[in-house]
């Protein structure tokens, strides 16, 4: 992948996208300091009318004696006297043995494109400005979660960095219209930026870049990464060294297909055998002819006839993340509250930056907060459990608890988020139509009790799983109307 390399896809959530997939999403945190810059604006001021006739007179005639002056005006000696002082005032206009004549201030107020004068006032301001340390482009300070924290750094350059206070300069002239205008909802396009007199570096701070990866259908394991949902192409422009540290980034994503692919795959055969049946033969699942599938699929929903749902991309993205929460809530639309369970699981995969992004707190959330309604306030929310195997890190902060089961107890690339009674959604990580590449998230959503069931059974064998005290029965499950 190019180091510059950053997709142009127009929108990160557009289902009706038949060109590419999504198969990644991360958030990362970008370094940002804060500085105080104390500068100066000059405006074009306002003078009287008659001041600025009198000043293009000096100009076409200098020396021009007062009387002549007068004369030209028509003044009495008084406003005469009025009209001098406010000119000599204001330093433009000298007086010497009954003669008017510019001064050097004066003179320079004279351009060759324009016979009025271009009269400023000169103002000094100060501004707390955020820049982050890799473009030195502007960056606003944003509320941070906890989950936050355990978010990838991207890397400064040692060298770029030593020159961060020679560098704000010349970014603060660059983006000094666009600073003004968002921070003065009554900006005058008249004020120009003078000069900037100083430059005092104060707090850090990280800000969040969201990352959508994504790949060509024809071609799945060759992610690029696409931020359009942080910022426009323009904008990108002039952030090049981000866009070359997110390529970076999401090239260190790329993994070896594993020998053992299939047993990997199994899985879902394991699981859910009817969906997967088509995909049966004697040598193991055609996953290739199962991804083709998935891809082709739109809009596809539960049913009663159709209770098991294909998935292809994250858990976590916004069109997974639908389909799920509608499933829950078809299985616990008329559930009594011993059927919902106390605890669910998310069984992580050990890929590489797995589950960094908001998106997975925010998904915790939304299953906790849906079931927390049908419990009512006397019962304890739903306990969030991440499993994991040992020596693995992960996103922790976005759970209750944490569960560690023993290495290769189940294939590395397989993730499970299990509703116990409810529902379950499997994904398997792996790279597809490549031996090396990026991995593709493949799997189903179901609310079919015997796949729930086999899911269960599953993650009782590696670990502690805590079921509900009653299954739903078919009745209580909200289908849609045919």
């Known amino acids: 992948m190019s180091k510059d390399s950053v997709s142009s896809h127009n929108n990160t959530d557009q289902d009706d996208d038949m060109s590419s997939i999504e198969i990644g999403l991360y958030d990362v945190l970008l370094p940002c300091r804060r500085y105080r810059v104390t500068f100066k604006v000059a405006e074009v001021g306002k003078v009287s009318l008659t001041t600025e006739f009198l000043l293009r007179l000096i100009h076409t005639v200098d020396g021009m004696p007062e009387t002549a002056v007068a004369k030209f005006f028509s003044f009495e000696p008084q406003e005469m006297t009025y009209l001098l002082n406010d000119a000599v005032s204001l330093g433009f206009i000298s007086r010497s043995a009954g003669r008017l004549w510019l001064t050097t201030a004066g003179r320079q107020l004279f351009v060759p494109w324009d016979e009025a004068p271009q009269i400023y006032n000169v103002d000094t301001r100060t501004m707390n400005v955020g820049f982050d340390m890799l473009s030195f482009s502007p960056e606003d300070k944003t509320w941070m979660e906890h989950f936050d924290n355990r978010l990838p750094e991207l890397p400064i350059d040692p060298l770029i960095a030593r020159t961060a206070k020679e560098q704000i300069p010349i970014s603060f002239k660059h983006h000094f219209n666009d600073l003004t205008s968002r921070r003065h909802t009554r900006y005058d396009a008249r004020k120009t930026l003078y000069s900037i007199d100083e430059v005092v570096p104060t707090e850090r701070y990280t800000a969040i870049v969201p990352i959508v990866v994504k790949s060509m259908r024809t071609n799945p394991a060759q992610g690029e990464p696409s931020l359009l949902v942080w910022r426009s192409e323009e904008q990108l422009e002039d952030r090049r060294p981000i866009t070359s540290a997110i390529a970076n980034f999401v090239d260190e994503l790329r993994m070896d297909l594993p020998t053992d692919a299939n047993l990997h795959y199994k899985i879902l055969a394991d699981l859910a055998p009817d969906l997967m049946q088509d995909y049966l033969g004697k040598d193991g699942i055609s996953i290739e002819r199962f991804y083709r599938d998935t891809a082709l699929l ?148 179901s609310i079919e009790d015997n796949v729930v069931t086999k899911a269960e059974k599953l993650l009782k064998e590696v670990t502690v799983i805590e079921l509900p005290k009653e299954r739903i029965t078919d009745d209580m499950i909200d289908f849609p109307e045919l």
């Open 298 to 445: 739109k809009g596809a929903g539960f049913r009663r006839n159709r209770r098991t749902v294909p998935i292809l991309g994250p858990l976590i993205s916004a069109k997974t993340t639908r389909l799920l929460l509608d499933g829950l809530s078809r299985t616990s639309a008329n559930s009594q509250i011993d059927c919902i369970p106390k605890k669910f699981y998310w069984r992580a995969p050990s890929n590489r930056h797995w589950g960094l992004s908001r998106s997975l707190p925010k998904l915790c959330e939304g299953i906790t907060d849906y079931l927390a309604t049908k419990m009512g306030e006397d019962i304890p929310r739903l306990v969030s459990v991440l499993i994991r195997e040992e020596r693995t890190r992960g996103p922790e902060r976005a759970f209750s608890e944490v569960q560690e089961t023993s290495p290769n107890s189940l294939p590395s690339s397989l993730e499970i988020i299990l509703i116990p009674g409810l529902l379950v959604a499997v994904a398997v990580h792996l790279p597809i139509q490549a031996i090396n590449g990026h991995a593709v998230p493949l799997g189903f959503i």
